[in-house]
């Protein structure tokens, strides 16, 4: 079973507010959500303004290219990489994304959709369970947006991470913003997808912006949280519970407060659903 | 779907997102070596080839565009000098002919200066200033030093206590923080020039050695010359006694006024928080000494 705590409602550490974090620290932030290979050098301020928030507040480690979905091995090189953060940060969980990235050994630096099949469920937990023995600790994996799926699969993505969290006792790090760009890019019935969901799996909560073109929607990760994705949120308070929450906010990045806005709207939906 | 065909099929979505013909034409063309690669809708959810070729689509216009955005993060003042139509065109030849091979995006750029070398050499349809593949390395270095290892900075405090003869024996080596680059132009004053919107002057050919490192969090660079450059090598590649830096400098000159010299530069470097304390046992280390030629 994934235990984690529930650390309230942050936000991501990004560059644009590096210069204040330094100055005031963390203030009025209830944890920090760091991207694992922002942070994989030695040295420089992007490290020091890590150490200086984590005195402040929790720190979650968020990856972006485990690629624990990829045919490609996992690289020694990476986790010993990652093993190193994590002892100078002693962040609260770890959490990468249910994707590949890699093929041969060339890097799309993307988060690239895994054919839903009985051997790739194999193949992932398989991967899992070798990440978990050697970093000595369970992790959560993101579902992420998709633009296309595999003719081969065969099993609905809410199944496939139900079977994975189940069969590893990795966690959900469930992105309810992503849920709703792949429902609408793909056709499903979002509400259903998070009803469908182990509730005990689900660890942490991601919410974001998105941006709607003509033929479908780009998880952008710019601007507010739109509408239909706080909707998404009080269904998934009211299945999931407390659940720690998360805002990312990657590009057009405003000012510390309104981001924190953002977070403080997220506190208050949960404390209406749940009151 | 076995192990091999699950990479097979990365292989295939991989090597389509990643190249830069219209996609069906590039499936097309795959279908020789990977059979069933040509009907994208055989293997992808979409009512017709050309749907999927739309929806495959979005990931190519995302993995260009990811890329060539970090290339122009990295190296904002070549991208400033082409502009952005060239550097595109650059970037898109480069991400073909360097495909990412480092987990980490921070890598990606590492092989660019040497690929606008060889583009400079191949007197390729780029038109290139002669000296852009040497700001290209002064950019790439800046980007090393700014997040290289931490160090404990020797500071002037350490060396009071010092005795005259001491001072012989002092060993130092220059923080991990720190690059020589030896270039066939002078790119520093094209670099302040970019830096500051300034319009660029013809190309200068050098030789011309920079000193790149990291103060706080803060990068600089400067030109060298003679023998401080020739100091400031010893100290990245494994270290030095001061002694021995005073040898350095008493190449053309006695050896106290070389001792004043040396002191005169030991000054500066600890005041540019360059320097920390070499191990009592100098052993050899990895070198930062880049060579960097372009004639």
């Known amino acids: 079973m994934f235990d984690v705590p529930h650390l309230g409602h942050g936000i991501g550490l990004r560059p644009t507010h590096y210069a204040e974090l330094l100055k005031h620290g963390a203030r009025g932030v209830d944890w920090f959500e760091a991207i694992s290979e922002n942070f994989f050098e030695d040295g420089g301020r992007p490290l020091a303004v890590l ?51 890699s093929s041969d050994g060339h890097y799309s630096h993307d988060l690239l959709p895994i054919p839903y099949t009985d051997e790739a469920l194999d193949h992932v937990a398989t991967r899992v369970c070798e990440v978990q023995d050697k970093l000595g600790r369970p992790i959560l994996l993101e579902n992420i947006s998709a633009y296309v799926a595999f003719r081969d699969s065969a099993i609905p993505e809410w199944e496939f991470l139900n079977e994975l969290t189940a069969h590893t006792g990795c966690g959900l790090l469930l992105d309810v913003n992503n849920v709703y760009v792949t429902s609408q890019n793909l056709g499903f019935d979002p509400e259903a997808y998070i009803r469908s969901l182990r509730s005990s799996s689900v660890g942490q909560i991601h919410l974001a912006g998105h941006t709607r073109q003509p033929e479908f929607i780009l998880d952008s990760h710019v601007g507010p949280v739109p509408g239909q994705v706080w909707d998404l949120y009080r269904l998934a308070v009211r299945h999931f519970g407390r659940v720690s929450t998360l805002v990312e906010w990657d590009e057009a990045v405003p000012a510390l407060p309104v981001v924190l806005n953002e977070a403080a709207r997220a506190r208050r939906i949960e404390s209406e659903v749940l009151s | 779907m076995t192990a091999p065909q699950l990479a097979r099929l990365q292989r295939r979505f991989l090597t389509l997102i990643a190249q830069p013909d219209p996609l069906q034409q590039a499936a097309s063309a795959l279908e020789r070596d990977d059979p069933g690669a040509a009907r994208l809708s055989s293997w992808l959810k979409a009512d017709s080839d050309e749907t999927a070729a739309a929806r495959l689509g979005i990931y190519a216009h995302m993995y260009f565009a990811r890329l060539h955005d970090s290339l122009r993060e990295d190296f904002p003042l070549c991208a400033r000098l082409l502009g952005p139509e060239a ?23 590492r092989h660019f200066p040497g690929f606008v070398r060889q583009c400079l050499l191949e007197n390729s349809e780029f038109e290139l200033r002669a000296d852009l593949a040497d700001l290209c390395d002064l950019e790439w270095a800046r980007i090393e030093v700014f997040d290289a290892a931490e160090a404990v900075v020797m500071g002037t405090g350490q060396l009071a206590d010092l005795r005259p003869l001491q001072f012989a024996d002092l060993r130092l080596r220059a923080i991990s923080a720190t690059r020589i680059l030896e270039l066939g132009f002078t790119v520093d004053s094209l670099w302040s020039a970019c830096d500051g919107d300034q319009p660029p002057s013809p190309p200068n050919e050098g030789p011309q050695t920079l000193l790149v490192w990291r103060r706080g969090f803060r990068v600089y660079h400067r030109a060298v010359t003679g023998e401080e450059a020739c100091a400031l090598k010893a100290l990245c590649s494994e270290g030095t006694r001061f002694g021995d830096l005073c040898e350095i400098f008493a190449a053309d000159c006695s050896l106290d006024l070389a001792a004043e010299r040396a002191a005169r530069h030991l000054g500066q470097w600890l005041a540019d928080e360059l320097l920390t304390r070499a191990p009592d046992e100098l052993r050899a280390r990895k070198s930062n000494v880049v060579v960097r030629a372009s004639f």
């Open chain 2, 87 to 109: 550097f595109q065109r650059l970037a898109a030849r480069y991400l073909v002919r360097h495909p990412s091979d480092h987990p980490s995006l921070r890598y990606h750029g």
């Open chain 1, 51 to 101: 150490d200086r928030v984590r005195l402040d507040v929790p720190v979650v480690l968020h990856g972006v290219a485990l690629g624990i979905g990829s045919a490609d091995p996992i690289s020694d090189e990476y986790l010993g990489r990652l093993r190193r953060l994590i002892a100078r940060v002693d962040p609260a969980w770890i959490s990468d994304h249910l994707c590949w990235g």
